[in-house]
T-cell receptor, first 112, second 108 residues
Framework: DTAVSQTPKYLVTQMGNDKSIKCEQN?????MYWYKQDSKKFLKIMFS???????INETVPNRFSPKSPDKAHLNLHINSLELGDSAVYFC???????????FGPGTRLTVL | QKEVEQDPGPLSVPEGAIVSLNCTYS??????FMWYRQYSRKGPELLMY????GNKEDGRFTAQVDKSSKYISLFIRDSQPSDSATYLC????????FGTGTSLTVIP
């Protein structure tokens, strides 16, 4: 059973479109994250979210918005996609007292 | 100054070599120190973690933390081609911070 899953695995779209990436974790964790990994492999945190608090990295454009229908899901919605949004997006989760984060397999987004 | 600095490499070693991967950091509040391994086109996976200063060993891997120098290391003994990956250090006080990753290739 996959611990952290993401869909889709690949996403190719045109500039200006709106898209969503879904994330689900079955680990019972209470905190979830979205990361962006650029071509140089740098992992940049975008959001962290638990049922109490959303923490937004201030450098993330407001075109990006996390949506959590429940504790096991944290989806990422992106409006008006731009070329610079092309990257791999990773979802991750951790428990409140946990040390490491468990990552999903990533969604490779290409904006044309 | 970045919170965490890591030499991106790439690092290329022959099979069986000892590999040393390092990170420096600036925030003395960091308490947990982690190493992640990321294979190509996969998500990072937690390799090992240490709390505060000291060493931790797990098979061929040893993690070392020197809080006085704000320096952490990961040693891989008897490196194997299957160790070829990008290794990211990470640390946390109240937030997670990742290094940029070091790309390692072990040549058979």
């Amino acid at each position: 059973d996959t611990a952290v899953s993401q869909t889709p695995k690949y996403l190719v779209t045109q500039m200006g479109n709106d898209k969503s990436i879904k994330c689900e974790q079955n680990l019972g964790h209470d905190t979830m994250y979205w990361y962006k990994q650029d071509s140089k492999k740098f992992l940049k945190i975008m959001f962290s979210y638990n049922n109490k608090e959303l923490i937004i990295n201030e450098t993330v454009p407001n075109r990006f918005s996390p949506k959590s229908p429940d504790k096991a899901h944290l989806n990422l919605h992106i409006n008006s996609l731009e070329l610079g949004d092309s990257a791999v997006y990773f979802c991750a989760s951790t428990s409140g007292g946990g040390i490491g984060q468990f990552f999903g397999p990533g969604t490779r987004l290409t904006v044309l | 100054q970045k919170e965490v600095e890591q030499d991106p490499g790439p690092l290329s070693v022959p099979e069986g070599a000892i590999v040393s991967l390092n990170c420096t950091y600036s925030n003395s509040a960091f308490q947990y120190f982690m190493w992640y391994r990321q294979y190509s086109r996969k998500g990072p996976e937690l390799l090992m973690y240490t709390y505060s200063s000291g060493n931790k060993e797990d098979g061929r891997f040893t993690a070392q933390v020197d809080k006085s120098s704000k320096y952490i290391s990961l040693f891989i003994r008897d490196s194997q081609p299957s160790d070829s990956a990008t290794y990211l250090c990470a640390m946390t006080g109240n937030q997670f911070y990742f290094g940029t990753g070091t790309s390692l290739t072990v040549i058979p």
